[in-house]
Nanobody
Framework: QVQLVESGGGLVQAGGSLRLSCAAS???????MGWFRQPPGKDREFVAS??????????ADSVKGRFTISRDNAKNTVTVYLQMNSLKPEDTAIYYC???????????????WGQGTQVTVSS
């Protein structure tokens, strides 16, 4: 059974930075990982994804150049990170970690979800 546990959310001023982490237990079944977010009153949307080796990443246009996704494939626990720089008020959302046995695409079709972590950017 795969469990994803996010951490690192919080309140930050516009222009600041935050680093989200997501630890995946039972990671034998995981290949790609990624992040999605759900702004207040809006649908969940794709943010970024990364393949197993870290050689391929994908970003939403709205975060390209400001956010960086990376991962650490330790033996028993895989961790994916989202470094968020130059944050804007419109980045305010609940951020969800996602993992899949094959690919994390821009759709919501993934195998596993985390519980979400709140990121609030004040102006």
């Amino acid at each position: 059974q795969v469990q994803l546990v996010e951490s690192g959310g919080g309140l930050v001023q516009a222009g600041g930075s935050l680093r989200l982490s997501c630890a995946a237990s039972g990671s034998t079944f995981i290949n790609a990982m990624g992040w999605f977010r759900q702004p207040p009153g809006k649908d969940r949307e794709f943010v970024a994804s990364i393949n197993w080796s870290g050689s391929a990443t994908d970003y939403a246009d709205s975060v390209k150049g400001r956010f960086t996704i990376s991962r650490d494939n330790a033996k028993n626990t895989v961790t994916v990170y989202l470094q968020m720089n130059s944050l804007k008020p419109e980045d305010t959302a609940i951020y969800y970690c996602a993992a899949d046995r094959m690919l994390v695409t821009r759709t919501m079709d993934v195998d596993y979800w985390g519980q979400g972590t709140q990121v609030t950017v004040s102006s």
